[in-house]
């Protein structure tokens, strides 16, 4: 503002001393567009106090933190649900295990007592995304290994991609509740199972 102020003061200046109409015009002009190259390299028009804002947002640096704090509370446990129970005919049942590095999933389809689909998925490598507003964190599976146990043994015989768990309520053991989502419907039976907030029945180790 103070240059603009200058600026005003020379063309009173100029104007004063009568000079020519032609020439008079052209410094006139020349004032104006100086002006405004000035006032443009101040204050940024898109923010009104004058500070300037990042181009890109960040994430709050606590998300990663307490996506890790999650992972770390349930390493080295097991976790397991059976639909409609455990003695049903058909049933359904799927264990969780976050024994490190990695984390798996084991999911059976029986009837009566003989095992008809029975397979494990494994990721050693995976995403976390937290969810302060819902408590609750997913797990993204990043290039899972598919193992088939029946029908017909297989490895990688089924290319995984979409797959991941939800958990609402880490830190909470009286509420910590399940969801297993399968978006690209690429696993075989028993899936689709849990796709529901599910209390799964944790699985107790002694030494």
């Given at each position: 503002?103070?240059a ?15 000079i020519?109409?032609s020439?008079a015009?052209?410094a006139?002009g020349?004032?104006?567009?100086s002006a405004v ?5 101040g204050?940024?028009p898109?923010?009104p ?8 947002p ?5 998300t ?9 509370e ?7 649900q ?8 058909p049933r ?14 084991w ?6 007592e ?16 937290w969810?302060s ?16 146990t029946?029908p017909?043994?297989c ?7 979409g ?7 880490p ?9 297993l989502?399968?978006?690209?419907r690429?696993?075989?039976?028993p899936f689709p ?11 107790e180790?002694?030494?």
């Open positions: 503002m103070q603009v102020r200058v600026l005003g003061a020379a063309l009173g200046a100029v104007l004063a001393r009568g020519r109409r020439t015009a052209a006139v020349l004032l104006v567009l190259a000035l006032s443009s390299c204050d940024d898109t923010t106090d004058g500070t300037s804002s990042p181009s890109t960040s994430a709050p640096p606590a990663q933190g307490v996506a890790g704090d999650a992972i770390a349930l390493r080295d446990r097991s976790f397991r059976f639909e409609p129970s455990r003695d049903g005919d359904r049942a799927v264990i969780l295990e976050f024994f490190g590095p990695g984390i798996q999933v999911a059976q389809y029986a009837e009566g003989h095992a008809i689909d029975e397979w494990e998925l494994t990721a050693t490598d995976y995403r976390v995304e969810d507003r819902r408590s609750q964190v997913t797990i993204h599976f990043v290039n899972p290994r598919f193992v088939q029946l017909e043994p490895e990688d015989c089924i290319k995984v991609t797959f991941s768990i939800s958990i609402r309520n830190f909470d053991p009286a509420r910590i509740a399940f969801r989502n399968d978006p690209d690429v696993l075989p039976t199972v849990f796709e529901d907030w599910t209390r799964f029945s944790e699985d180790y002694f030494d």
